[in-house]
């Protein structure tokens, strides 16, 4: 007997990941689309959602979908209220798709989802106190309290990155300035690098010749290949990103006190790299440093796949609660 199909489906500020996901966790069959962006049609958005759900479908019927949205979910779960890098703007987007694609829908925030497939399957388990913090385009994050994912009143706990860090600092897309997320996240990574390069000589790095070709291959990913290479300038971006990590999970810890920091997203795929100066930053900021047991800091156990993983879990657990 063939196990029923349940998709998740992440939805980031700069891409569309689909994957059909095992009970255990296993990405099975994926297939990715580019975001649209947030100054584009909603339907445009929904479009690549379907494109993405119907190839890793491949004809075959779908118990359910869940979907990790990098934005505010409401309490409800029903609607994306604000989502800084997508137009989402608190419309029915579980209704609409619901209806469009003829089966039951799960929503929720990226990171919420993320720390769901922690807790249930990941580096999380048996947890009872933990943050998640997501680095891609932006900050996401979770809040785990009693071993549950905590929404808030809103639904919308959790959204660490616009925590201001900077009074007056750098502009972000939310509306706000210095935003944690201007400082630590993919984005912020590729600007530390062109600011570099716009401000100072480099002797024929990686990311100098990518740059020389075309200064849009300066990328998240191509920074992390070359800071694995070893280059000069990637690495310096890496130890930025990572201490002003290590600065935001400071306050984070003063808040909650956990007894554990999961890191996910993209940029973590980078390891130690980002890693080891969060640590030795956290160490640094944290008040009470000496006389605390200052929380461990791990990588997620399913890297960038854990919020299109949750998004599973969370479908699953829409149609096992029929």
Avoid at 72 to 90: I, K, N, S, Y
Avoid at 166 to 188: D, K, M
């Amino acid at each position: 007997m063939t196990s029923a199909l349940h998709i998740g489906v992440d939805i980031g500020g700069t891409k569309v990941l689909a994957a059909e996901v095992t009970a255990s966790g296993e990405v099975l069959r994926t297939a990715r689309r580019t975001t649209p962006g947030r100054r584009v049609e909603l339907e445009l958005v929904e479009d690549a959602l379907t494109e993405a759900v119907t190839e890793v479908a491949d004809g075959r019927p779908v118990a359910g979908v869940g979907l990790a949205a990098a934005g505010f979910v409401d309490a409800a779960g029903e609607r994306v209220m604000f989502a800084p890098h997508l137009p989402w703007r608190g419309e029915p987007t579980l209704t609409r798709l619901s209806n469009r694609w003829g089966t039951r829908v799960a929503l929720d925030n990226d990171a919420n989802c993320a720390a769901l497939a922690e807790l249930e399957l990941g580096a999380a388990r048996g947890v009872d106190s933990g943050l998640l913090i997501t680095l891609g385009t932006g900050i996401g994050g979770a809040v785990v309290l009693g071993g549950q994912v905590v929404r808030g009143r809103n639904g919308m706990a959790g959204e660490f990155g616009h925590m201001q860090v900077v009074p007056g600092g750098l502009p972000c897309e939310c509306g706000l300035t210095g935003c944690w997320e201007q400082y630590s996240s993919g984005n912020a990574l590729v600007a530390f690098v062109r600011a570099r390069m716009e401000t100072e000589e480099h002797s024929g790095g990686v990311l100098d010749e990518l740059a020389a070709g075309d200064p849009e291959k300066i990328t998240g990913p191509a920074i992390t290949a070359a800071a694995i290479d070893g280059d000069e300038l990637a690495l310096a971006a890496y130890e930025s990103v990572g201490a002003w990590l290590g600065v935001g999970m400071a306050g984070l810890v003063a808040a909650f006190d956990p007894e554990l920091l999961v890191v996910g997203g993209g940029v973590s795929t980078a390891g130690d790299l980002l890693l080891a100066p969060a640590r030795t930053a956290l160490e640094e900021s944290l008040v009470g440093r000496l006389h605390r047991e200052v929380p461990q800091i791990v990588a997620t156990a399913f890297g960038a796949e854990a919020g299109v993983v949750g998004a599973a879990v969370l479908a699953r657990r829409l149609t096992e609660a029929r």
